[in-house]
Structures are given as C-alpha cells and as structure tokens.
C-alpha cells in the first residue's frame, strides 16, 4: 500500500489513529512539537503491541512489520515529504488546530490531502483561518480507532470532488465505514450524543435517577455499549461543556449545559483523564 499518513498529535486520539493506521499497512508518521515528545508517543504504542501479543491477540512478526510502518518525527516540513495525507489530532481549539492545517499545506506537497480530526469544529471555519478553503476535509475518527468502525466525513460547500474522494478512499484504507455529512458546528454524531449526554446531566441534576442507574437504563434496555454519562466521562467533561458551550454561543438554545456539568468542570472532575466524573476511574481506566 502506497499510502502514508503523517498524524499530528500523539493525544489519545492521535496515538490511536497512529496505532491502527500501521495495523492497517498504512506508513504512518506521528508528528509531535518535537521528536520527543512523539518518541513518547511512539513507546506507548509499542507497549500496547506488547500487552497485545501477551494475550496472543497479535503475533510477534505482525508486531514489527507495524513497528516498521510507524516513525516519529517532529512536525516540521521534512516530516511531510512523501505523504500523502496529513491529519491534525490536536486538542479542540481553532487556535491549535487552524495554525497546524496551514503549517502542514504549506509545507506538504499540492497533492497532500489535509484533514481536521475534530467532531464539533465547523470546516469552514477552520479552513477560512488555515488558507485552505476547497481543500480541507473534517475527518472525525471515533475512540478508540481500531474498536470503532466509523468514521464521520464533514465535506464544507465548494470542497473540491476530488479531495473528498481521496479523503473517503482513505477511511477504506482505515477499514471505516464512511458516513459523510454537511459541514456544521457538531457535525451529526456530537449533536446526537451530546444531546441524550446533556439530557442524562439533568436527570442526574434533579434528583431523577442516579448516574449508575440512568447508564444501566440505555445499556440493558436499550443496548447501548456505554451508557450516556459514562460515555461523557470517557470524552471528557470538559470537551463535552466545551462543545455544549460553542452550540449555544451559536444560538441554539437546547444545548444549554447544565449547572451540574459547569460544576463539576469547575471541581476538576473531568472525568477518565482525571479519575472522577459521573463515576470514578482507576489508573487502569476503569470504573472503580
């Protein structure tokens, strides 16, 4: 496979992609500010390969043909030589992400396929601040990557077909259904998980049901993996108000957060990443 895929980022998101990308025979470079900070990034996935073949789900030779497809490297212009596609994996802020999409055209070839790994930041927007309207395409994987079997394409008006084709050819690539959608602040899949998230919030808040209880209603009665408040813990209860707040600011009311979250932003409690949200996490990030 001729496909090399330069990620920006070694956060939760960024090393999952990076991780999965190799798995899937793609050469795969993951970028940090500089080389160690993404040499960090680089032994976590090594270590996850490791704990992978000491459950025998992966082969000690699949092991090191991934290892050899996946490379650290600082994000600078000789990192993205020869790559094909570059996805930025930074935290949701227009201020990280809109100078890294126009850093990375700049320096990558005209033919370089450049994608936004967000799920709530409007495309257009971003692209407007990067300089790269008609290219940029929202390409929003879901956590963890080699679990999740989607991957939400965010096309703005007057993206040029053929990078939307490239960017759809590469979630195949990734073995992700592609669910293509129109450019708007939340795309579709954080619009509809923020929305039952926020209403389980106000359960909580008012005394409904417990938070234990309201996750087990959605997970026994209606099937759902995870239940709402502890798939906000998972995605962070800060992204979550933050996500919440930026709908609002644009005028929709429903999305207004309830005091409860605010609060417990405000504690700290944001939930996996800080060991208490809704419910509390071990160091081996499960519920305790």
């Known amino acids: 496979m001729s496909a090399t895929l330069a990620i920006l980022g070694p956060g939760v ?10 798995e899937c ?13 993404a040499e960090v990034g680089l032994r976590e996935i090594h270590r996850r390969w490791d704990r992978a073949i000491s459950k025998d789900r992966m082969s000690p030779e699949t092991r090191d043909r991934c290892m050899e497809r996946l490379s650290a490297a600082a994000f600078c212009a000789s990192a993205l030589e020869g790559a094909s596609a570059f996805l930025e994996a930074l935290p ?8 890294a999409l126009s850093a990375a055209s700049t320096w ?3 033919e370089l396929l450049v994608l936004a790994g967000t799920s709530a930041l409007p495309i257009t927007d971003l692209a407007r601040r990067a300089g ?6 929202g390409f929003h994987l879901f956590v963890p990557v080699p679990r999740m079997a989607v991957v939400e394409m965010a096309v703005p008006e007057g993206t040029l077909p053929s990078w939307v084709d490239r960017a759809r050819s590469l979630g195949a690539d990734l073995r992700k259904r592609v669910v293509q959608v129109r450019d708007q602040p939340g ?3 954080a619009r509809m998980a923020l929305a039952q998230g926020l209403e389980a919030i106000r ?17 026994l009665g209606y099937g759902h993996p995870v239940g709402p ?16 707040e930026g709908l609002l600011a644009s005028g929709e009311e429903r999305f207004q957060p309830p005091g409860l979250l605010q609060a417990k932003v405000a504690a700290g409690h944001t939930g996996l990443k800080g060991g208490q949200g809704f419910h509390a996490w071990t160091a081996t990030r499960r519920r305790s």
Not at 13 to 22: D, I, P, R
Not at 92 to 99: F, S, T, V
Not at 229 to 239: H, N, T, V
């Open 187 to 189: 795309f579709a899949a």
């Open 229 to 244: 408040l502890e798939l906000s813990d998972r995605i962070g209860l800060d992204l979550r108000l933050r996500i919440a």
């Open 108 to 110: 990558g070839s005209p």
């Open 132 to 137: 790269v309207m008609g290219r940029l395409v």
């Open 25 to 37: 025979g793609l050469e795969t470079r993951l970028l940090g500010r500089d080389r160690g900070h």
């Open 13 to 22: 998101l960024g090393l999952s992609t990076a991780q999965w990308a190799a």
């Open 203 to 219: 359960l909580v808040e008012s005394g409904v049901a417990s938070a234990e209880d309201l996750d087990a209603l959605m997970t």
């Open 92 to 99: 949701e802020a227009p201020d990280l992400k809109a100078p």
